[in-house]
């Protein structure tokens, strides 16, 4: 199956859902969660034992931009929203 705002790649029993919205810089819609469903049955279906999914270059670019010229904590405090993570501010 072939999807208009995400691709599937499967290497080995990994599956890598790459989101391929560059336009819209990625945003989430109720079309991508039901393709982003749809894509992970699909893994599913392929053997896959694992998924991980990726913003793609504009993951990186957006990474690249918050970390030019910010303080550490600024720089933490968005990283660790992007990883779904509590953040460990140092105070600076």
Known sequence: MSF???QLEMRGAVCLLT????????ALTVAVGK?????IGE?????ARA???YGGQLELERKAQIESGQTKDFVE??????EKRPPRFVGG
Request: hydrophobic share 40%; charged share 30%.
């Open 4 to 6: 208009e705002t995400i």
């Open 51 to 53: 998924i991980n999914d």
């Open 43 to 47: 893994a599913r279906e392929r053997g």
């Open 35 to 39: 393709e982003f469903q749809s894509a």
């Open 77 to 82: 405090g968005v990283a660790a929203f992007l």
């Open 19 to 26: 989101l391929n919205r560059p336009e819209r810089l990625n």
